[in-house]
DNA sequence: GAACGACTCTGTATCGATTTAGTTAGCCTT
DNA sequence: AAGGCTAACTAAATCGATACAGAGTCGTTC
C-alpha cells in the first residue's frame, strides 16, 4: 500500500538541475530547448519511472483535459446495449481517438444525482436524446462550455438530426402501397405518462417534447392519410423501452389478439420492435410477409443479417456521431445539422 | 466567444465575504460550518451562477477524479458493437454509477499513439482481454495505480475470469453425444499471424498469449479425444475479427464446401460466429439442426430471440463488469475470481 | 472564576503542472 | 567595438480548489 509515491516533474527538475520549465518543454514543446537538454531530460525521466506530466494537474492549469463527455438520455445499462446508441458512440469514439481526446460516459439520469459532478473536467459534451425536463436538470453541466445535441433541439445549442418526418412518411407510403386491411403503429415512449400497451383516448395528449417519436408519428400519419386512412382510426400500441424484454408483452399483445382484429402492417418506430414482432410473429406462426408485413425503422445490422430481412429506415448514426465528434472539437462549424435516411426494402415488407 | 467565464470559489468567497474554507465546507462538509452560513453561501452561488467546485481542481487537491477508466484490447468502435464487451461495460457502468463515479474508455490501441496520456486522470483502470504485448505498452497506464484484468492475467494483478477450458468441454461433450461424421471448430484469434480462414499446418506453432481461445481450443480437443476422435484431424478454421462482416466469407467457404467434405457439426467460440453460420446456412437451405449443428459461446441475447435458438455456453458478462468494477472501487476483495458457466441447450444444437 | 470543550470560522500551504516575461550568452553586422 | 538578434534556459505567478492547524466565542463544570 505504500506506493513509492510517483515522482514528479518538479522533483525531476530538481534531480538534473534544470528547471520545471525545461522539463516540461522537454514533453511538450521540443522546439523550446536544445535537443542535447531534450535528450537529457528524458533519458533521466525515463530512469526514474517519470511517466510525463500528470493530467490532474495539466488539465488544471491548462483548462483542457482532452476529455468529451457523452451525456446520455437512458442509463448507461440501456444506452450500451441498444445498437442505435452504440453505433452514435462508435461514430463519435473513432473521431475523438483520432484526434488524441478520449471519451467520458455520463448518463442524463446518473447525473442529476451524482454528489459533485465530475462533469466539469470535460471540454464539451455531447448531449444525446434528452429530453426537455432532463436537459433542465443536466443543463448546469456546460456552464459556459461547448454543447452538441444529438437528436433533439434544445434551444441555443447546435444539434444534429435526421429528417424523421420525411423518413417516416417515406417508408409508411412504401408499405401502403399494397393496401393493408387492419394497419397499426407501435410507437416509442409517445405518451406523457409511462404506458406499455394499446395507446387509449386518455393518452390523446401527446407531450410535446418527445420530438423523435412525434415527429416519426406525424410521418406515418401524412401517409396513411394520403393512402385514404383516418389516421386517428389507426390502433397505436405504446413501448415504454427499446429492449426485447420490454416489447415483447406488447406484441404478444398484439398477435394474440383474435383474427379479425389483427393487424396485418406493423409501423414500427424502431428495428428492435420491429425484430420483436419478426421472432414472435414466427414462433406463432404467423407468416411474414404473407399474413403479417412489418416495417422498422434505424437499420441496425441485426435486422439485415436475419431472414426475412427487415424493411427499415436507415438512418446512419455512426455518420451522426462523427459529425457531432467532429462539431465539438470544432473541425467542422456548429450549426445544426439534417442528415437524410434511406428507405431499406427488405423481405418483411417488400 | 467572450464566455462571462466561470465564477470561482475564491472569487464567491470573497464576495460574500467568508474564507475559501467555508465555501468549500458548504459544499462538501456540512457538518463543519453552520447551517445558516450554508445557506447563505448555496444561496449566493446559485445567484452568481457558481456551478460548485471544479472538477480539475478539485481533483488535482485530492489526487482521486471519481473516474475509472476501463482500457479495451480493441479499438472502441468493435467494443462498443460487441455484444460480450458492451454487456461487460453495461455492468461497469452499473456499479460505477451507483457510487458516483464515472467511465472513461480508453482503447489499448488507441492509447499506444496518444500523444499525451488523458489516462492519469483515472483514479483506477479496468483491463479488458488485452494481449501480452500490448498490456506491455500500456503498462505504464497504471503508475501505482489499481488495475483489474478481466479475461487475461497479468501477472500480479488481480482478475476476473471465466472457466473456459471446462466451459468448452461442457458444450463440445454436449453437442457430440450424438456423433457427428465431420466436426469442425470455428476459433477465433487462434494464430500468431493474422489468418481468416482455414488453419493449415503452417499455424501448429500456437502462441500462447491467446489464453481465452487456447483454453476454449483444449477444452474442445478433451472432449473430442474423450469421444473417440482425433483432435488433430479435426478441421480448424479461424476468425480474426468477432464481426458479422468478417466471420461471413470465412462460413461461406466453409458451408460452401462439397457436400461429402461439409461438416456436419460447428463447434464455434463465440456466438457471433455461431449466428453468423446460422444466417448462411438459412440462406442455403442447410437445415439446422438436421444437416449441420452448431454450438456457440457467450450466450448472448441475440441468440435467444431467434430461431433456432442456438446452443451456446452462457457467461454472465454484465455480472463479469460488476465484479471488477466492485473490486476497483475496493467494495470487495481484489483477489482472481473465476466465475462459472452454464450448458443453455437450444435448437441448433439439441 | 478558571479551565475546558464544543462550535464556527479563517489563514495559508499545497496538489503538479504550464507559461509569460525575462536573463544570459553567443554570434553576426556594420 | 557597439548594437542587435537569436537561441537556450530560468524564476515565479498561476490554475481552482482542499484541508490542516489555529483563533475566537460561548456555555459548562468543578
Known amino acids: 500500500m505504500s506506493s513509492p509515491r510517483r515522482i514528479t516533474l518538479k522533483e525531476l527538475a530538481a534531480e538534473l538541475g534544470v528547471s520545471t520549465a525545461s522539463v516540461s518543454n522537454a514533453f511538450n514543446r521540443p522546439d523550446q530547448l536544445s535537443p542535447a537538454l531534450r535528450e537529457r531530460i528524458l533519458g533521466e525521466a ?41 453505433e452514435l458512440l462508435s461514430g463519435i469514439a473513432e473521431v475523438l481517438d483520432a484526434h488524441g ?32 425536463p432532463t436537459l433542465m436538470v443536466s443543463a448546469d453541466l456546460p456552464a459556459q462550455r461547448p454543447l452538441v445535441a444529438v437528436d433533439f433541439s434544445p434551444e441555443g445549442y447546435p444539434a444534429v438530426h435526421i429528417d424523421n418526418e420525411p423518413a417516416s412518411h417515406m417508408i409508411a407510403r412504401h408499405a401502403l402501397r399494397t393496401p393493408p386491411r387492419r394497419p397499426a403503429i407501435v410507437s416509442l415512449r409517445l405518451t406523457a405518462e409511462p404506458c406499455n400497451g394499446r395507446v387509449t383516448q386518455a393518452h390523446t395528449q401527446l407531450p410535446p417534447e418527445q420530438t423523435i417519436t412525434r415527429s416519426r408519428l406525424a410521418g406515418f400519419h401524412r401517409a396513411l392519410e394520403e393512402r385514404g386512412f383516418t389516421p ?7 413501448i415504454e423501452e427499446n429492449t426485447f424484454e420490454v416489447c415483447a408483452p406488447v406484441i404478444a399483445e398484439i398477435l394474440d389478439l383474435p383474427d379479425e382484429e389483427r393487424p396485418d402492417l406493423l409501423l414500427c418506430m424502431s428495428d428492435r420492435i420491429a425484430l420483436t414482432a419478426l421472432t414472435l410473429a414466427e414462433q406463432r406462426g404467423i407468416r411474414v410477409p404473407e399474413d403479417l408485413r412489418i416495417t422498422g425503422f434505424d ?21 451522426k456521431g462523427r459529425i457531432a465528434a467532429r462539431m465539438i472539437l470544432g473541425l467542422e462549424p456548429a450549426e445544426p445539422r439534417l442528415l437524410h435516411t434511406a428507405l431499406m426494402i427488405g423481405d418483411s415488407c417488400p
Open 101 to 132: 481526446h478520449t471519451l467520458l460516459l455520463l448518463s442524463g439520469r446518473q447525473h442529476a444525482s451524482q454528489a459533485p459532478g465530475s462533469a466539469s473536467i470535460a471540454d464539451g459534451f455531447i448531449a444525446y436524446g434528452l429530453l426537455p
Open 232 to 238: 386517428s382510426a389507426v390502433p397505436i400500441w405504446n
Open 46 to 86: 525515463k530512469r526514474l519511472g517519470y511517466r510525463g506530466p500528470d493530467a490532474k494537474a495539466r488539465s488544471l492549469r491548462t483548462g483542457r483535459s482532452r476529455i468529451i463527455a457523452v451525456v446520455l438520455a437512458e442509463s448507461l445499462t440501456y444506452s450500451l446495449n441498444d445498437a442505435v446508441a452504440s
Open 299 to 319: 437499420g441496425i445490422a441485426e435486422g439485415q443479417y436475419r431472414a426475412p430481412r427487415l424493411t427499415t429506415v436507415r438512418q446512419d448514426s455512426v455518420e
